[in-house]
């Protein structure tokens, strides 16, 4: 039996932090006095999230894409009590906007818009590529926190607007880290390899599933040191720094993905900033 709950009990499930900017993530958990329900779903934009035990209370990831709009938006959890009683909660989560700067940049022109039929063929086929691996979902195989994958600033930011040869282009859908070529970089969390390959924009490329919807993706890499299929551990080096694919110098760009959204990878590591592994 399906049951709408009170807003007492609605309240006894705690979304921190309460807004969101678009890229954002938040973490939902139970901090009600009672025996914790345990969460069955958790729904946000028609995307199931992640669920998980996080200091012995049933929690959800949730992500909010780039692209999102601001606004008051509805999310819902469903849940069930220590008697067996199904609960249906309607809460909602507050998307603020952000105003991102801007970073103009001049390159040659196949860089930017490739016309040769044979790398437009490479890039379509990356893209189906993509799709796929994004389509995956697995148990949830992570758990907090999350770990810095270099110790190199951040030279660009999650969501810059960019302008390459005066044209508007997506919004940066990651962070990317300076470092010198052949840095190792570390895997952020457990995860299967689900992709190590060369792609025509990112170069060499690792992607790892760590279940739940939740991917991590490191590009432009020098060397790959793992294999699809593979599954690694917190901290694992997968990979070295470089300057592959579409490229202006050495570094790591990283991104994050939960479900469908394009999260902030800085976003998900703040959120555990506090605790040690």
């Not at 009672?34 to 012995?56: C, I, M, R, S, Y």
């Not at 909010?64 to 959890?77: C, F």
């Not at 570094?251 to 605790?275: C, N, Q, S, V, Y």
Request: charged residues 20%; aromatic residues 6%.
């Amino acid at each position: 039996m399906l049951v709408l709950l009170c807003a007492r009990v609605e309240a006894d499930f705690v979304l921190a932090p309460e807004t969101l900017s678009p890229g954002g993530v938040a973490l939902l958990c139970w901090q009600g006095p009672e025996t914790p329900h345990d969460l069955l779903q958790v729904v946000f934009f028609g995307a199931v999230q992640p669920l998980l035990q996080h200091k012995n209370r049933p929690c959800a990831l949730v992500g909010v894409d780039l692209d999102q709009a601001p606004g008051l938006w509805p999310l819902t959890v469903e849940s069930v009590a220590p008697s067996g009683s199904r609960h249906l909660a309607h809460l909602s989560l507050r998307i603020e906007g952000v105003e991102r700067p801007a970073q103009r940049l001049t390159l040659p022109k196949q860089m930017v818009t490739p016309t040769k039929t044979k790398i437009v063929q490479q890039i379509e086929k990356d893209r189906k590529r993509l799709d796929q691996v994004f389509k995956r979902y697995q148990p949830v195989h992570f758990s907090p926190p999350f770990l810095r994958p270099v110790e190199g600033e951040v030279i660009s930011t999650f969501g810059l607007r960019r302008v390459l040869n005066g044209i508007p282009k997506s919004p940066h859908n990651g962070v990317d880290f300076r470092g010198a070529t052949g840095t190792k970089i570390k895997a952020m969390a457990r995860g299967e390899v689900a992709l190590a390959d060369d792609l025509y924009y990112t170069g060499r490329t690792v992607i790892l599933d760590h279940g739940g919807g939740l991917f991590s993706l490191y590009a432009h890499l020098d060397s790959l040191s793992v294999i699809a299929g593979e599954m690694v551990e917190p901290g694992k080096w997968i990979g070295t720094i470089g300057s592959t694919g579409r490229s202006t110098g050495p570094h790591l760009h990283m991104g994050t993905r939960l479900g469908k959204a394009r999260i902030d990878p800085l976003a998900l590591l703040a959120l555990f900033a506090d605790e040690k592994r």
